[in-house]
């Protein structure tokens, strides 16, 4: 089928603390496998990407089998994929000034920053609700340009802070949810903190520090393959040309960091998910989550509620019966780099067009290697 590739630029007002009230372009890419069809039967899908993964870097890797929103755009759909600011090519406002990195990683950056130095932005850059608003306006234009009423989300990670409340509270926009690994602090905050918040706005990656996390939560012999980190490195810098020039300094060049916002989140707990039976009612959910995945699953618990997840929680938490759990066998929290990353690109295709796994609409599932779904086994109970 032929794909049809553009990039939007979306006109929206920023209510970044940073930047509130002026007027920026959010990032958007669209691959086209519907076109060919009657505009009836148009299906719109938006993927958004989480904390420090970029849209195209998570969804649109172009390695071999690799690229998420192309096959889905192959199975027939119109597939989008967005950047919130501070996050691959949308704005990243206050991002460009080395001091404004964690003040923890500013090592990471030297050169151009000989030592530790104070943020000349000491605050946390977006939230919450600027995520929110993010969101929205890109649906709005979906449904605009597109002349559909409702857009289909797909989710990894910390994209569920808000993906997740956004379509509790825009049912009507919303088609169904699919969230892959979400963060999800069942007893986190339901109210706002003053803004801005006090920090830093910029976060840095290291190819070493992505590589040792992941390694973390590969588990299964082959669970990734041996080039993988650095194909995912090097999309990583290719869409961040500053951060590439930061690093320290290796056979004469920058090794490069990856640079993502610092965010405050607030608005998605347990009472959120459950709200007025939306979850899991009018919006379909399935929720997808590596059995290795140690990041969207805190092990030990940890005592901060801002900074306990739990994915088995949020399905837990979900009132509407139409709420589906699925556990994949030998991936981690990067399954769409992983051995596992077509399974989970037909799982997301077969969601789509059926709103349903293995012919169900609710229940807690396990996928093996072959892509073979099956209830997951009852845990006796402790005597």
Same mark, same amino acid.
């Given at each position: 089928?032929?794909?049809?590739?553009?990039?939007?630029?979306?006109?929206?007002?920023?209510?970044?603390?940073?930047?509130?009230?002026?007027?920026?372009?959010?990032?958007?890419?669209?691959?086209?496998?519907?076109?060919?069809?009657?505009?009836?039967?148009?299906?719109?899908?938006?993927?958004?990407?989480?904390?420090?993964?970029?849209?195209?870097?998570?969804?649109?890797?172009?390695?071999?089998?690799?690229?998420?929103?192309?096959?889905?755009?192959?199975?027939?759909?119109?597939?989008?994929?967005?950047?919130?600011?501070?996050?691959?090519?949308?704005?990243?406002?206050?991002?460009?000034?080395?001091?404004?990195?964690?003040?923890?990683?500013?090592?990471?950056?030297?050169?151009?920053?000989?030592?530790?130095?104070?943020?000349?932005?000491?605050?946390?850059?977006?939230?919450?609700?600027?995520?929110?608003?993010?969101?929205?306006?890109?649906?709005?234009?979906?449904?605009?340009?597109?002349?559909?009423?409702?857009?289909?989300?797909?989710?990894?990670?910390?994209?569920?802070?808000?993906?997740?409340?956004?379509?509790?509270?825009?049912?009507?926009?919303?088609?169904?949810?699919?969230?892959?690994?979400?963060?999800?602090?069942?007893?986190?905050?339901? $109210?706002?903190?003053?803004?801005? !918040?006090? %920090?830093?706005?910029?976060? @840095? =990656?290291?190819?070493? #520090?992505?590589? +040792?996390?992941?390694?973390?939560?590969?588990?299964?012999?082959?669970?990734?393959?041996?080039?993988?980190?650095?194909?995912?490195?090097?999309?990583?810098?290719?869409?961040?040309?500053?951060?590439?020039?930061?690093?320290?300094?290796?056979?004469?060049?920058?090794?490069?960091?990856?640079?993502?916002?610092?965010?405050?989140?607030?608005?998605?707990?347990?009472? $959120?998910?459950?709200?007025?039976? !939306?979850? %899991?009612?009018?919006?379909? @959910? =399935?929720?997808?989550? #590596?059995?290795? +995945?140690?990041?969207?699953?805190?092990?030990?618990?940890?005592?901060?509620?801002?900074?306990?997840?739990?994915?088995?929680?949020?399905?837990?938490?979900?009132?509407?019966?139409?709420?589906?759990?699925?556990?994949?066998?030998?991936?981690?929290?990067?399954?769409?780099?992983?051995?596992?990353?077509?399974?989970?690109?037909?799982?997301?295709?077969?969601?789509?067009?059926?709103?349903?796994?293995?012919?169900?609409?609710?229940?807690?599932?396990?996928?093996?290697?072959? #892509?073979?779904?099956?209830?997951?086994?009852?845990?006796?109970?402790?005597?």
């Amino acid at each position: 089928m032929a794909i049809t590739t553009t990039d939007h630029a979306v006109p929206h007002t920023s209510t970044v603390p940073a930047t509130l009230g002026q007027k920026v372009e959010l990032f958007v890419r669209e691959h086209d496998g519907s076109s060919s069809g009657p505009p009836a039967n148009r299906k719109a899908v938006l993927m958004l990407h989480g904390r420090s993964v970029p849209a195209l870097a998570g969804y649109d890797l172009q390695h071999t089998s690799y690229g998420w929103a192309k096959a889905v755009a192959q199975a027939g759909y119109d597939v989008f994929m967005m950047d919130l600011q501070g996050s691959g090519l949308s704005p990243r406002p206050r991002m460009e000034d080395p001091c404004n990195v964690n003040p923890q990683q500013q090592a990471a950056v030297t050169p151009p920053l000989m030592g530790a130095r104070s943020p000349s932005y000491p605050y946390v850059l977006t939230n919450s609700q600027s995520d929110r608003d993010e969101l929205g306006t890109v649906v709005d234009y979906i449904r605009s340009e597109r002349h559909v009423s409702e857009v289909a989300f797909i989710g990894w990670s910390a994209a569920a802070f808000a993906m997740g409340p956004y379509a509790v509270s825009n049912p009507n926009k919303v088609e169904s949810l699919f969230l892959l690994a979400p963060i999800f602090p069942p007893l986190g905050p339901s $109210t706002p903190p003053t803004l801005p !918040v006090s %920090g830093f706005p910029t976060h @840095v =990656l290291t190819r070493k #520090g992505l590589d +040792d996390a992941w390694a973390k939560e590969a588990k299964c012999p082959n669970q990734r393959e041996d080039d993988m980190i650095d194909v995912v490195w090097d999309a990583l810098m290719e869409i961040d040309p500053l951060g590439r020039t930061w690093g320290k300094i290796e056979d004469g060049r920058p090794l490069g960091v990856s640079r993502y916002r610092n965010f405050v989140s607030w608005g998605w707990n347990n009472t $959120t998910a459950g709200q007025g039976g !939306v979850l %899991g009612g009018s919006v379909p @959910v =399935l929720i997808v989550h #590596g059995e290795h +995945d140690k990041t969207a699953n805190t092990t030990p618990p940890n005592p901060n509620p801002v900074l306990d997840f739990h994915v088995p929680a949020l399905y837990d938490a979900i009132q509407g019966p139409h709420n589906i759990l699925v556990t994949v066998k030998c991936a981690g929290h990067s399954m769409p780099w992983e051995i596992q990353h077509k399974n989970l690109q037909n799982l997301s295709k077969n969601w789509l067009k059926h709103l349903a796994v293995a012919g169900k609409t609710q229940g807690r599932y396990e996928m093996d290697l072959n #892509g073979d779904i099956s209830p997951e086994p009852e845990v006796p109970p402790v005597l």
